[in-house]
């Protein structure tokens, strides 16, 4: 399992917020499982990502439906390989 190195990246375990940060261009550099069926989805750590994760989170952040939706569902066909 990759070291996360928190001043190179940024991670969550919410997989509809890594959806929405994948959705608008943030570059996911790995995913893995804690074992206790607990995913981890890490980002690059890029200027505004916190941001922009804040802005998912609190219902503000614009995204197109259906590359949002196809983004969740990539995202957890890779979920069922690791």
């Known amino acids: 399992m990759p070291t996360v ?5 940024f991670f969550t375990h919410d997989v509809g917020c890594a959806a929405a940060l994948k959705a608008v261009g943030y570059k996911l550099t790995f995913l893995d499982n804690s074992g206790e069926g607990r995913h981890r989805f890490v980002f690059e750590n890029e200027d505004a990502i916190a941001e922009t994760a804040v802005s998912y989170l ?19 066909k890779r979920m069922h390989v690791v």
């Open 58 to 76: 609190s219902a503000k952040l614009a995204l197109d439906a259906y590359t949002f939706y196809q983004t969740v569902r990539m995202l957890e």
């Open 5 to 9: 190195d928190h001043s190179r990246h």
